[in-house]
């Protein structure tokens, strides 16, 4: 599904394998499994302590109202 891809932030990726589940006849999964190459724009990027402190905060507080 996404093999060759190149996803912004975690790279490209490239397929490994794939695992069939099968609960009942009316639930049913696949597990995909692929392994990531970071690309070079995580080195470009690079973060100031203020903007580091902001985004721990975004986090956390996403976080925090998802449980809700």
Known sequence: MF????LTGIGDLEFLS????VLSDEY????LKYIAYHGGEDKYY???PKHEEQLQKDFW?????KKE
């Open 28 to 31: 049913a999964a696949v597990c």
């Open 61 to 65: 507080n996403y976080r925090e109202n």
């Open 18 to 21: 794939a695992q069939e589940k």
């Open 46 to 48: 690079e973060t100031t």
């Open 3 to 6: 093999n060759k891809k190149k």
